[in-house]
Each structure stands twice: as structure tokens, then as C-alpha cells.
């Protein structure tokens, strides 16, 4: 029997093999902050899993266009050679279609190399139409005045981005940082990894924690918080600020990353020295489904105080954010020696 599901990221080296069976070259390395970062504007990578190994996955997303009705498009589709003609490829297909529905999707397209004619019998017996042949161009983005061509930053991220309650912003200024303990001083454009791009999927002000397994977390950390599968973080809010939650609208703008550095690896803070102007941006009207979208649980709690006690006591990586808008400790709650300042903002 074949189950489909979100990929995980146990899953990478798997998909990796899998894509050099159809000659994509895929590094090992790209494929975590690629999976991140392809989740951060709503795509999503499934998996075919059959007696505990994967024979297939696809890749599934949205991109809105103003000439065409909401259209989901399948943009990988490999099946293991083993596999083929087991019906892989159709639970697949099936499922990008639920995927694309749930999402308000009109019409589900894909493209197809033109030498691969099995695969074209296949779509068209899944009911796809051929609606035309068309060149691909493609053009490496250089940088203009050196000719270099345009990096990502040195920890690996594909892309960065900038949480915001607006959806105007056309350019993003340098401004001083909060404070200066970060080891940056001067002004300069804030932007986050998709790493840790859950720390921002909330209100602005909201006080919040937020966890996940660090290089020194133990095992037994990793299974009493984060023993769901597909669970890579957790954060934290009050129940005072869940209805704010559910009806709040933010703008999650992409940033080339070329322009940035790495500024703090364990946030994922990216900054640059001047302007910089946003590549895309999307509107967030589900921030539940954000955070679900980017592997991170959210919890919703009366007071956030034994908890955050709790995490200072595990050997689990975490970031504090806004902790001053929190609700006060109750009078029993456990005071904690040195509590750490604000993670961002």
C-alpha cells in the first residue's frame, strides 16, 4: 500500500537519489534550505512511502499570475525506476490535486521535457490536456558592476525574508538595530533564514516562545518535544493573543539573498548594509497553517512562564521574543536565574 505524506527532513538524502535517477544533479546540501524555503511561499514536496522506503516524490506549488485563474503546478515529479507502473505516479498526482483543491487551486498544469514520451502517455491518461510546446530560457543573474554571479548567504539559505503587517513595501531601508548586543551596530536591513522563519508567523508584539533541537539536544529532549512526526519546532503564545492570531493578516516578503550576510547562525538573522528591494511578497491569512506549513507546532497556553522555565532547563535550542508584553508570573510560578533578553523583534 502506498501513502502519501509531507516529506520529512530524514527524507533528503532519499529524494536526492531519487532525483539523479532523471539526471537532475541535486547537492545534499541544497536540499534542506531548499525544502525551507520552497515551504516559506507555500509549496510543498510529498512523498510515496510503501513498506518503510520512499519510491517517489513530487513537487507541488502556487504561483499567482494576473493572466490566469489560481493555478497549481506539479514542478518535479520522479517515481523509482523499481516502481514504475505500480501506481506511484497516479497517488501521487492525486494527491498534488487535493493539495491544489484544498488551496482554492482552478486548474492543476505541469510541463514535460519533450523527449520524454512515456511520461506524456501517462499525464494524458490522468486526464491532462497538451495545451502547447513552448522554449525555456534561462539567464544566470550576475551581479552587474562586478559580473559575480549572486550568492546565497554562507550558511547554506536558498532565500531570506521579511515578516511584516504591511504589504506596500517596495523597498527596505537600513535602520539602526535595537540594541547593539547582537554584534551589529550599524543600520542595516533586517531579514530571517528559513530556518527559523516560525519565530515571525505571529503578530508583532505577540510575546512568544519558541524550541527546537540543537546539536547538543539530548534524545530525551527530542522525544518529550518534539515527538510528532514532521515536527522539527515548537512556539508557544498565550490564549489572550490567540484570537489576534487567527484573524491577523502579515506579509511575508522574499529577499534576494545575495545581498545579505550572516549575522547570527543560531537565529538565522540576515542583514545588509543598504537598501534592498523585495523580490516577492505574499499576504498570510492563515497564520495557523504558516506555521504548520513550516514544521512548527503551536501551542497555546494560559501563561508562557513554566514553560519558558522549562526550556531553560532543557537542552533545547529556543529564542524568547517579546517576552515584555507577556502576561505577568502567577505568584507561584518559578523565578528564573538570568532570563535571557529578546531573541529579535
Given at each position: 500500500?502506498?501513502?502519501?505524506?509531507?516529506?520529512?527532513?530524514?527524507?533528503?538524502?532519499?529524494?536526492?537519489?531519487?532525483?539523479?535517477?532523471?539526471?537532475?544533479?541535486?547537492?545534499?546540501?541544497?536540499?534542506?534550505?531548499?525544502?525551507?524555503?520552497?515551504?516559506?511561499?507555500?509549496?510543498?514536496?510529498?512523498?510515496?512511502?510503501?513498506?518503510?522506503?520512499?519510491?517517489?516524490?513530487?513537487?507541488?506549488?502556487?504561483?499567482?499570475?494576473?493572466?490566469?485563474?489560481?493555478?497549481?503546478?506539479?514542478?518535479?515529479?520522479?517515481?523509482?525506476?523499481?516502481?514504475?507502473?505500480?501506481?506511484?505516479?497516479?497517488?501521487?498526482?492525486?494527491?498534488?490535486?487535493?493539495?491544489?483543491?484544498?488551496?482554492?487551486?482552478?486548474?492543476?498544469?505541469?510541463?514535460?521535457?519533450?523527449?520524454?514520451?512515456?511520461a506524456h502517455g501517462f499525464y494524458?491518461?490522468?486526464?491532462?490536456?497538451?495545451?502547447?510546446?513552448?522554449?525555456?530560457?534561462?539567464?544566470?543573474?550576475?551581479?552587474?558592476?562586478?559580473?559575480?554571479?549572486?550568492?546565497?548567504?554562507?550558511?547554506?539559505?536558498?532565500?531570506?525574508?521579511?515578516?511584516?503587517?504591511?504589504?506596500?513595501?517596495?523597498?527596505?531601508?537600513?535602520?539602526?538595530?535595537?540594541?547593539?548586543?547582537?554584534?551589529?551596530?550599524?543600520?542595516?536591513?533586517?531579514?530571517?533564514?528559513?530556518?527559523?522563519l516560525y519565530n515571525y508567523l505571529?503578530?508583532?508584539?505577540?510575546?512568544?516562545?519558541?524550541?527546537?533541537?540543537?546539536?547538543?539536544?539530548?534524545?530525551?529532549?527530542?522525544?518529550?518535544?518534539?515527538?510528532?512526526?514532521?515536527?522539527?519546532?515548537?512556539?508557544?503564545?498565550?490564549?489572550?493573543?490567540?484570537?489576534?492570531?487567527?484573524?491577523?493578516?502579515?506579509?511575508?516578503?522574499?529577499?534576494?539573498?545575495?545581498?545579505?550576510?550572516?549575522?547570527?547562525?543560531?537565529?538565522?538573522?540576515?542583514?545588509?548594509?543598504?537598501?534592498?528591494?523585495?523580490?516577492?511578497?505574499?499576504?498570510?491569512?492563515?497564520?495557523?497553517?504558516?506555521?504548520?506549513?513550516?514544521?512548527?507546532?503551536?501551542?497555546?497556553?494560559?501563561?508562557l512562564w513554566p514553560l519558558h522555565?522549562?526550556?531553560?532547563?532543557?537542552?533545547?535550542?529556543?529564542?524568547?521574543?517579546?517576552?515584555?508584553?507577556?502576561?505577568?508570573?502567577?505568584?507561584?510560578?518559578?523565578?528564573?536565574?538570568?532570563?535571557?533578553?529578546?531573541?529579535?523583534?
Open positions: 500500500m502506498v501513502t502519501i505524506r509531507a516529506a520529512h527532513a530524514e527524507d533528503h538524502p532519499r529524494l536526492v537519489e531519487l532525483a539523479g535517477e532523471l539526471g537532475y544533479g541535486l547537492d545534499p546540501r541544497d536540499a534542506p534550505p531548499r525544502l525551507a524555503a520552497l515551504r516559506a511561499i507555500g509549496g510543498e514536496v510529498l512523498v510515496a512511502e510503501a513498506d518503510g522506503r520512499i519510491s517517489g516524490w513530487m513537487q507541488v506549488g502556487i504561483t499567482p499570475a494576473l493572466v490566469e485563474a489560481r493555478t497549481a503546478r506539479i514542478l518535479g515529479l520522479v517515481v523509482a525506476a523499481t516502481a514504475r507502473g505500480g501506481g506511484v505516479g497516479r497517488a501521487l498526482v492525486a494527491a498534488a490535486e487535493r493539495w491544489a483543491r484544498r488551496r482554492g487551486a482552478l486548474a492543476l498544469s505541469l510541463t514535460s521535457n519533450v523527449i520524454r514520451r512515456e494524458e491518461h490522468l486526464g491532462f490536456e497538451r495545451v502547447k510546446s513552448q522554449y525555456v530560457f534561462s539567464r544566470t543573474l550576475a551581479d552587474v558592476e562586478t559580473g559575480r554571479t549572486a550568492s546565497p548567504p554562507p550558511d547554506g539559505t536558498a532565500a531570506v525574508f521579511h515578516v511584516s503587517e504591511r504589504g506596500d513595501i517596495d523597498r527596505f531601508e537600513p535602520r539602526p538595530p535595537p540594541s547593539t548586543s547582537g554584534g551589529v551596530a550599524e543600520p542595516v536591513v533586517w531579514a530571517v533564514g528559513a530556518s527559523r505571529v503578530p508583532r508584539d505577540c510575546p512568544r516562545l519558541s524550541f527546537h533541537a540543537g546539536p547538543d539536544t539530548s534524545e530525551e529532549d527530542r522525544r518529550l518535544w518534539l515527538d510528532s512526526a514532521g515536527v522539527g519546532a515548537g512556539v508557544v503564545i498565550e490564549t489572550a493573543w490567540w484570537p489576534r492570531l487567527v484573524s491577523e493578516r502579515l506579509f511575508l516578503y522574499t529577499l534576494p539573498a545575495g545581498a545579505f550576510r550572516l549575522a547570527d547562525a543560531g537565529a538565522a538573522y540576515h542583514v545588509a548594509p543598504t537598501a534592498v528591494e523585495p523580490v516577492a511578497v505574499r499576504p498570510l491569512g492563515d497564520l495557523p497553517a504558516a506555521l504548520a506549513e513550516q514544521g512548527a507546532e503551536l501551542r497555546v497556553v494560559r501563561s522555565d522549562a526550556i531553560l532547563r532543557s537542552s533545547l535550542g529556543y529564542s524568547f521574543i517579546r517576552l515584555h508584553f507577556a502576561a505577568p508570573r502567577e505568584p507561584s510560578g518559578i523565578a528564573a536565574a538570568g532570563e535571557p533578553a529578546e531573541a529579535g523583534g
